[in-house]
């Protein structure tokens, strides 16, 4: 193993960066040496440490000459469950005791108060996303958080009554978009506007997708992208959609299921007005694990939450049973 250093970080694209070292290292790009290499020199490679790695052995048999391999899996699965984190058993241990031991006192005691459970991780993840800590809430699934800000962003008009959106949207994001328009008592053919890559081609183009912006954004209530297209990997210049749909009039909000936590988000900073995301992608939380909803704070006088219950109320009133 060559035991030279490497400053990645400054090199731009992923295939820029195995073209580089591979030359370094006098060997082709798809050369186990390049990955062993990379392998080396990462920074974060003691986390790997930190969890479990499913055995070939253990997993329902699909190739019989895989079966007895003692092996550990090579685990490419992140977009629907993370690998389990070693440490996980020890906190489920800890809020099983806490539960049989103080009981319903478990909702406001203890170093993770249930019911404050979200609150522990907001600073964590608002540095993930590029938020500040009260544009964000850690709710719900995604799905859920993305009909909740859409009822609050998405009041059509006769004149101003289409969602913009990507062709082959992750199917849950489409349906939810042609059910907000029939809530709404509006047709999918009228009101759903799905930008399409050009014939032959696989990821949209920048131009394109301004260029509709242009000539539909009168139209457009709201403009919902993904941040990283969760099959062609295709990352969108999430800003310069922001400020395109902005200069139409548009609200701008991005699914970030396959963008949060694998690149870098600035929301607060490129004035996205709405955004949701998960955190069993690139995050690696577990079944369950709670679902993320941002909203620019520059909206916190005028858009209000369409649905309310305990948390979509004042947060230091919402207990005080006082509206008997
Ligand atoms: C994974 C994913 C979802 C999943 O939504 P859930 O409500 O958590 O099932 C939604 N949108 C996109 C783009 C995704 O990649």
């Known amino acids: 193993m060559n035991n030279f250093q490497m400053d990645l970080s400054p ?5 820029s960066i195995i073209e580089m070292v591979a030359s370094q290292l006098a060997c082709r790009p798809v ?3 390049v990955a062993l290499h990379l392998d080396e020199e990462d920074g974060l490679k003691h986390l790997r440490q930190c969890f479990h790695i499913p055995k070939v052995k253990d997993l329902p048999p699909t190739n019989p000459a895989l ?3 003692n092996e550990n899996c090579i685990y490419f699965a992140g977009n629907s469950l993370g690998l ?3 440490k996980i058993k020890t906190y489920l241990d800890e809020e099983l005791d806490k539960w049989a031991k103080a009981g319903v006192h478990g909702h406001f005691y203890g170093k993770r108060p249930w019911a404050l459970a979200d609150e522990c991780i907001v600073e964590l993840m608002a540095d993930i996303v590029g938020a500040h800590k009260g ?4 709710m719900n699934g995604l799905t859920v958080n993305l009909h909740l800000l859409m009822l609050s962003f998405f009041k059509p008009t006769p004149d101003r009554h289409k969602i913009l959106l990507e062709a082959k949207a992750f199917p849950s994001d489409h349906y939810a978009v042609e059910s907000q328009l029939q809530f709404h008592g509006l047709s999918t053919e009228k009101s759903m506007l799905m930008i399409q890559p050009r014939e032959g081609e696989e990821t949209l183009r920048m131009e394109d997708i301004l260029a509709i912006i242009e000539k539909e954004g009168d139209s457009v209530a709201v403009i919902l992208f993904s941040g990283v297209q969760y099959y062609t990997g295709q990352l969108f210049d999430i800003p310069r959609i922001t400020k395109a749909g902005h200069e139409k009039g548009c609200f701008v909000g991005f699914d970030l299921a396959h963008a949060a936590g694998n690149v870098e988000l600035h929301l607060h900073d490129w004035e996205v007005d709405f955004a949701c995301w998960c955190s069993y992608k690139y995050l690696n939380s577990g079944a369950g694990g709670l679902a993320g909803a941002y909203i620019h704070e520059k909206h916190f006088q005028s858009v209000k939450p369409a649905l309310i219950g305990w948390w979509g109320h004042e947060y230091k009133t919402r207990f005080h049973m006082e509206n008997m």
């Open 135 to 138: 544009e964000i809430a850690l």
């Open 31 to 33: 050369d186990e040496q």
């Open 11 to 15: 090199l731009g694209s992923p295939a």
């Open 67 to 69: 079966v007895k391999a």
């Open 84 to 86: 389990q984190p070693k």
